[in-house]
């Protein structure tokens, strides 16, 4: 059971296969290997969405906080407004 395989780990395990002619278990290890990227490619994306709406929350904050002090500057109350 391998609990922290690597996708490197996966490739030295090819490699293996290669050295010793044994391909019988090669697709396995194609499979697992393209698993193990998709996982990498999808945990890159979510990263990419989380950043892109940590900037817009930071964008729309500070829309709120302009909005805020053009209330303020018009006279009217922003009491309620966290």
């Given at each position: 059971m391998y609990l922290n395989r690597t996708i490197c780990g996966v490739f030295e395990e090819m490699r293996s296969c290669n050295?010793?002619?044994?391909?019988?278990?090669?697709?396995?290890?194609?499979?697992?290997?393209?698993?193990?990227?998709?996982?990498?490619e999808s945990k890159i994306d979510l990263i990419k969405d989380f950043e892109e709406l940590k900037e817009q929350c930071k964008n729309l904050t500070e829309r709120k906080n302009d909005l805020k002090k053009d209330i303020k500057k018009s006279g009217g109350k922003v009491d309620n407004w966290e």
């Open positions: 050295e010793t002619k044994n391909y019988s278990y090669l697709l396995g290890l194609i499979e697992e290997a393209q698993s193990m990227a998709n996982k990498m």
